[in-house]
């Protein structure tokens, strides 16, 4: 990992300072900023966010100097990730937002819909204007990933089907019949797309190029102890290298998996599950409580 040094006038230097993360420099983690206004005109901006109830989604940019977060009060924020600061507030009280996600194009991004739940929508911050709205899913969306390095994402819908998209394009490039509450995710390289099914814990690994054909690998996430609950899964995420898997479930236990082999690897406890209100509550509330550290020698998640 690199953090950019200062020079004496307080801007960063060209030359990256190396941090090798260990579980000492881990544990000493704090938080650095905090999204907050910081003058009179930001300030009357987030005013008009007093209201937000709960933030339900969050998406950073590809550089990582910008985040933009979903919330309840059916609004987009955008945050300025060096400064903590509220840079825009993007109300979108007709359609209303569940999930959202940037994508490779500056201020461009894409969200689900709480009041038409079955299309994503593709819009500019900047502009406050659709480009697309994407239709065809015949149940509520409950999962949206962006490519890592394509102008492509998926989409999955309850009872219904995942689809592939492309931004340029209205209709879905392919798509796939499912059942249950399913989840998506995306390989570091693009070239394979997972579909997870929480309800059974079955983890299904696709050539994203076959969709049509059936999944090259699958992997069954089964209960810790005979006779017990299998968790439910609320997020599929790979390391960098992609030789890892991360499956966060709704439990007080989440797994990292061999993503080539589907072996489990190691079993991540400690921390305390989510309430039972929160995981029968809508889908946009769950999936994003851990993540990787860039070099995959750590995983980082809220309790």
Not at 6 to 33: A, D, M, Q, W
Not at 52 to 81: E, K, M, P, W
Not at 231 to 254: D, K, W
Request: one cysteine or more; proline letters at 4%; a positive charge.
């Amino acid at each position: 990992m690199s953090r950019n040094r200062t020079s004496g006038r307080g801007e960063p230097s060209s030359k990256p300072e190396s941090i090798t993360l260990t579980s000492e420099v881990v544990g000493k983690f704090r938080p650095f900023k905090s999204f907050r206004a910081r003058d009179k005109t930001q300030a009357a901006v987030q005013r008009s966010t007093d209201s937000a109830l709960l933030i339900t989604n969050a998406s950073f940019s590809d550089d990582g100097s910008t985040v933009v977060t979903s919330s309840q009060d059916d609004r987009l924020h955008l945050y300025d990730c060096a400064k903590g600061l509220l840079k825009q507030s993007v109300p979108v009280q007709k359609y209303g937002v569940g999930l959202v996600r940037n994508t490779h194009t500056r201020l461009r991004v894409l969200h689900t819909s709480t009041k038409t739940l079955n299309r994503a929508q593709h819009l500019d911050l900047c502009k406050q204007k659709y480009i697309t709205f994407f239709q065809g899913h015949e149940g509520r969306v409950t999962s949206m990933e962006m490519a890592p390095d394509k102008d492509l994402f998926a989409t999955a819908a309850e009872n219904d089907t995942v689809r592939l998209w492309d931004l340029k394009a209205e209709g879905a490039v392919a798509s796939v019949k499912v059942q249950g509450h399913p989840l998506v995710a995306w390989d570091p390289m693009g070239v394979v797309l997972v579909i997870a099914f929480p309800e059974v814990g079955s983890i299904c690994l696709y050539d994203v190029k076959k969709l049509q054909n059936k999944p090259f690998q699958n992997i069954k996430v089964f209960p810790d102890k005979a006779g017990g609950a299998t968790p439910r899964i609320t997020s599929i995420q790979f390391c960098n290298h992609g030789e890892y898997m991360l499956v966060g479930t709704a439990g007080n236990v989440h797994y990292v998996y061999d993503s080539f082999g589907g072996k489990r690897l190691f079993r991540l406890i400690g921390h305390s599950s989510l309430s039972a209100e929160l995981v029968g509550s809508s889908a946009e509330l769950l999936g994003r409580e851990l993540a990787w550290t860039p070099d995959a020698k750590f995983v980082l998640a809220g309790a």
